[in-house]
């Protein structure tokens, strides 16, 4: 079946301007959860969704990130007011429990390049 | 808080020969799970193996076994007749009780033809 789907897969925009991340998780998985990965950096936990609601939004960096996910599938992840050091890969997984040995799979991740 | 470390950047193996790539993990759980993802350049993450804490034995996964040390925290990787299409970034992770997954900064492995 599908796997996880990002849009776009690159996105380049100015400084101060608003982007929005689309994940499209595999088809009934319920965890779905948001990581940033700098240049040569490991993965930076954003935000972890269960259903609709978001258990741990712990790692958002600060309040320009937002996450919302509607229907229990689609999320979007929002940048507000784009700084250079947002300049990183997002990688969206979604998983078929939240817990437990349930593997994530990852999309392929959106490219931000803050200009 | 939970930590993963990996405290070896790069490794490089000769074709065919064995390697093991190190990690540490710091928590006060008792029950969890642990992890081994490998990204090649396409940047695509995918499940090497999955251990969970509860179990002794060691995961193993065709060439790919771990060595899991619950009191020393340690989960380190072994693979073995290493292959070209091993050569990757290697990430160690960590599932809490809360759900979340915390990873370690990688392991970039080069295999030597």
């Known amino acids: 079946g599908a796997g996880v789907s990002q849009s776009p897969s690159n996105k380049v925009t100015e400084k101060g301007k608003d982007v929005e991340l689309r994940c499209d998780p595999i088809?009934?998985?319920?965890?779905l959860y948001w990581y940033r990965q700098s240049l040569g950096q490991g993965l930076e936990f954003l935000i972890y969704?269960?259903?609709?609601?978001?258990?741990?939004k712990s790692g958002l960096p600060s309040d320009r990130f937002s996450a919302e996910r509607t229907g229990g599938s689609v999320s979007t992840l929002t940048i507000q007011r784009t700084q250079q050091e947002d300049s990183a890969v997002y990688l969206c997984a979604s998983s078929s429990q939240a817990g437990g040995n349930s593997p994530l799979h990852f999309g392929n991740g959106t490219r931000l390049t803050v200009t | 808080a939970q930590t993963v470390t990996q405290s070896q950047p790069e490794m490089s193996v000769q074709e065919a020969e064995t390697v093991t790539l190190s990690c540490t993990y710091d928590t006060s759980e008792s029950d969890y799970y642990l992890f081994w993802y490998k990204q090649p350049p396409s940047r695509q993450m995918i499940l090497v193996i999955r251990?969970?804490?509860?179990?002794?034995q060691n995961a193993t996964e065709n060439r790919f076994s771990v060595n899991f040390q619950k009191a020393a925290k340690s989960f380190s990787l072994k693979i073995s007749d290493s292959q070209l299409g091993d050569a990757a970034m290697y990430f160690c992770?960590?599932?809490?009780?809360?759900?979340?997954?915390?990873f370690g900064t990688g392991t970039r492995l080069t295999v030597i033809p």
């Open positions: 088809s009934g998985h319920t965890a």
């Open positions: 969704f269960q259903g609709n609601s978001a258990p741990d």
């Open positions: 251990q969970e804490a509860y179990k002794q």
């Open positions: 992770a960590y599932r809490s009780s809360r759900n979340n997954l915390f």
